[in-house]
């Protein structure tokens, strides 16, 4: 038994352009492991299509089938290896018994960049980023009436090279390349104390638009999806059943529900904020359009949840994050239209992947110009939110005023969001 080898995740691709790649993990286990290899695999631009899970709580064998999600860029097979690899628990570690050591938080880094504004700016500079890896942890942009913008992203490096000449002047060329003769400047240093007073600067929510994002419950019946209600096709049911006869040790988690592209990731996040352990889980092929999903779960104690109400909580903790894993609202700020999207972080504190990149895509799409931008944290009824502000700039083409248009960006940015 040594340390982590590189046969800890094997990566295959399909024999036909079309078929699924499959990712292979094998390794000493840890709690929420699934969920955090889910993240990395959302963060490359992939949708897992299927998934086994399996382990005795001391080793796991995972095996992820990906696809890229539709217009996605190309992946970095080698790159997302070493990602997986870097989270996975050492066999080494696991061997001697020995307390595995927590990885020390990623440096942040402020990317300031001052350019002539046009259409679609916004998504080309977080493509960049995303492309090359970096995470966008929190973005201040505002427009000047002169039309330029001054854009502030505080980002961390998946790869862990931001702190290299190389990786630095790499990430400024290739945003000098996609701004072109637009760009003015261009700097990126090490983020100082600015950083943490910069999430105490978040504008505040006015409380009709933070009752509109957050104060949704489900009710007793409430089992549907109101992500588009102009399209009753989509309104799916998730059923949610608990079984404790199939094993003397493990309760049966059943789900049937419609498939979105982070589906299995918004599961394991769900069950790792529980402290719920799985001993093994079958995420299914897609069936018109919607999933079932098996999984063997304990408690944190090793104890079957037994107890009704421990049950109902976590059957309507799940229906919650898989029917409402976003809210998206639209609201006036003064004279202006704003967009909010907010969706809730883990409790490790880590952000979901790509939420960014997704609105911004929706938005250039619908040729809808961003006056100003921000990303901030609010917390709200005992959990932590990410909230994505965008002031929208009004058109001829696109009037903001006009009920239809919103609901047509309401429902462009939810369908881009949840993979549809």
Sequence with gaps: M???????????????????????????????????LCRIILEFGLRITKADVSTDGKWCYIIFWVVPCLGSMI???ASLK??????????????????????????????????LDR???????????????????????????????????????????????????????????????????????????EYEGFQQ??????????????????????????????????????????????????????INCVDQKSLFYDIMRTLKDCNIKIAYSRFSSNKEGHREVDLFIQQIDRRKILDPESQSVLSSCLKMEILHPFRVVIANRGPDTELLVANPVELSRKGRPRVFYDVTVALKVLGICIFLAEIGRHSMADREWEVYRFLLDDTREFPLANSEARSRIIDTVRRKLMGW
């Design 2 to 36: 040594g340390v982590l080898s590189e046969d800890v995740v094997v990566l295959q691709h399909g024999k036909k352009e079309d078929d699924p790649s499959v990712i292979t993990v094998s390794c000493p286990d840890k709690t929420g492991l699934g969920c955090d």
């Design 75 to 77: 992946v970095r097979w």
């Design 82 to 115: 070493n990602r997986l690899l870097s989270i996975c628990p050492s066999c080494l570690v696991s061997f001697y018994f020995e307390p595995a050591t927590r990885p020390k938080p990623s440096q942040v880094y402020l990317l300031k960049f001052f350019c």
């Design 119 to 193: 259409k679609g700016l916004l998504h080309d500079v977080t493509q960049v980023l995303c492309e090359l890896e970096h995470l966008i942890h929190r973005v201040k942009v505002s427009t000047t009436p002169n039309g330029r913008v001054m854009d502030l992203f505080f980002i961390t490096d998946g790869m862990e090279l931001l702190h290299t000449k190389k990786r630095q002047i790499e990430t400024c060329e290739r945003l000098n390349a996609v701004l072109g003769d637009s760009c003015i400047s261009c700097e990126l240093q090490l983020a100082g104390p």
């Design 201 to 254: 600067g978040f504008s505040s929510l006015p409380s009709p638009v933070a009752e509109e994002l957050f104060g949704y419950k489900l009710s007793n019946d409430d089992s549907c999806s109101q992500a588009l209600a102009p399209d009753l096709t989509l309104l799916k049911k998730a059923n949610i059943t608990m079984d404790n006869s199939f094993s003397p040790a493990y309760t049966l988690l059943q």
